[in-house]
T-cell receptor, first 113, second 117 residues
Framework: AQSVTQLDSQVPVFEEAPVELRCNYS??????LFWYVQYPNQGLQLLLK??????LVKGINGFEAEFNKSQTSFHLRKPSVHISDTAEYFC???????????FGKGTTLSVSS | DTGVSQDPRHKITKRGQNVTFRCDPI?????LYWYRQTLGQGPEFLTY????????KSRLLSDRFSAERPKGSFSTLEIQRTEQGDSAMYLC???????????????FGPGTRLTVL
């Protein structure tokens, strides 16, 4: 069965500092990988996705993630965060032959000045 | 704005009552999904439709839950005899199934927050 583990439930950082949000998944088959962001009382917005090809994926708002098949990881990074990046971030996987997204429990990123 | 819309945004009901939520997907999208998100958790898949056909249901979708997409456009999710454990955010998403058979990105609506008293 597929599962997603987000290793940090909360990540506090100062503005303009770099950040990494960690995500590991378990699956015996090939998967697609996604990062979504959720602002308070809003739905989910796709930040970036890995379907195939280059393992370094760039997304919106300056975020990027690297797919590491051997470590089954898909960590999200940003070199310099802003106050406006404060939100909940979800890593998700989808079995290539499936349809449902399997989400992690989320990481709360709190950016302070 | 042509994104996914959901109505209502908030619903407060008493235990035992029935509730119905509506989702309007992006107009050309043929797949529609329902997820449930409880406090402190990520969204969990409930069910999905390809056009009007309901093709997959999670074991989370008990007999009290029913979803429809009668004309392959909007969808409704009904919960009968609500319980306090049904309190959650109900998210709808849609996607366009590509010719290769692989669905594209899922676009999410703002959700309906249900509170069962």
């Amino acid at each position: 069965a597929q599962s997603v583990t987000q290793l940090d439930s909360q990540v506090p950082v100062f503005e303009e500092a770099p950040v990494e949000l960690r995500c590991n998944y378990s699956s015996s088959v090939s998967v697609y990988l996604f990062w979504y962001v959720q602002y308070p009382n809003q739905g989910l917005q796709l930040l970036l996705k890995y379907l195939s090809g280059s393992t370094l994926v760039k997304g919106i708002n300056g975020f990027e993630a690297e797919f590491n098949k051997s470590q089954t990881s898909f960590h999200l990074r940003k070199p310099s965060v802003h106050i406006s990046d404060t939100a909940e971030y979800f890593c998700a996987v989808r079995w290539q032959a499936g349809t449902a997204l399997i989400f992690g429990k989320g990481t709360t990123l709190s950016v302070s000045s | 704005d042509t994104g996914v819309s959901q109505d209502p945004r908030h619903k407060i009901t008493k235990r035992g009552q029935n509730v119905t939520f509506r989702c309007d997907p992006i107009s050309e999208h043929n797949r529609l999904y329902w997820y449930r998100q409880t406090l402190g958790q990520g969204p969990e898949f409930l069910t999905y439709f390809q056009n009007e056909a309901q093709l997959e249901k999670s074991r989370l979708l008990s007999d009290r839950f029913s979803a429809e997409r009668p004309k392959g456009s909007f969808s409704t999710l009904e919960i009968q005899r609500t319980e306090q454990g049904d309190s959650a955010m109900y998210l709808c998403a849609s996607s366009l199934d590509g010719r290769a058979g692989n669905s594209r990105e899922q676009f999410f609506g703002p959700g309906t927050r249900l509170t069962v008293l």
